[in-house]
């Protein structure tokens, strides 16, 4: 009993840094709308450009860190979107009834915390494996001058 209240303490940790929370059964409209705000636009016009909403159910703490977490880096990473910002990326996550919006940055700050971990190890671990660098290779050693 104490394990599991313990797990259920680590996802309100996981979500205080929401910044709105409905009802789940709002979900549909709510993301769209958070989408918009998100991107700095009016929340209202259905036209106005809108952030990439990346959607969580949130059952335990051992679920997410074990199923969850990891699919969330590597799409994050893969979108490029890369970790610790995720910029362009709205959490939409459904916990009980409610549903908590999160910029993908705060989550991502969050994680780290709870779990002792970087951003860096977080994206080793589960990212894409892709280079964020251009890669340099060693430097090519010609002859010497023709010798007489």
């Known amino acids: 009993m104490e394990y599991r ?3 259920e303490e680590r996802l309100r940790e996981l979500l205080e840094p929401a910044f709105r929370e409905v009802p789940a059964g709002e979900a549909n ?4 709308r958070a989408r918009r705000e998100a991107a700095g ?3 209202e016009d259905e036209e106005a450009p809108a952030l990439r909403a990346y959607e969580l159910v949130l059952t335990s703490w051992e679920t997410f860190v074990g ?4 699919k969330l880096v590597y799409h994050l990473e893969s979108v490029g979107a890369p970790l610790p910002h995720g910029r362009g990326v709205l959490i939409a996550a459904f916990a009980g009834d409610r549903l908590y919006f999160l910029a993908a940055e705060a989550l991502i700050g969050r994680v780290c915390k709870l779990l002792g971990a970087t951003p860096e190890e977080l994206v080793e671990r589960y990212g894409t494996g892709e280079l964020r660098t251009a890669v340099r290779p060693p430097p090519l050693l ?7």
Do not use: F, H, T, Y
């Open 5 to 7: 209240r313990r797990m």
């Open 29 to 32: 409209q709510a993301i769209a």
């Open 41 to 43: 636009s009016d929340p």
């Open 67 to 70: 199923a969850q977490l990891p």
């Open 142 to 148: 010609l002859p010497g001058p023709p010798e007489d």
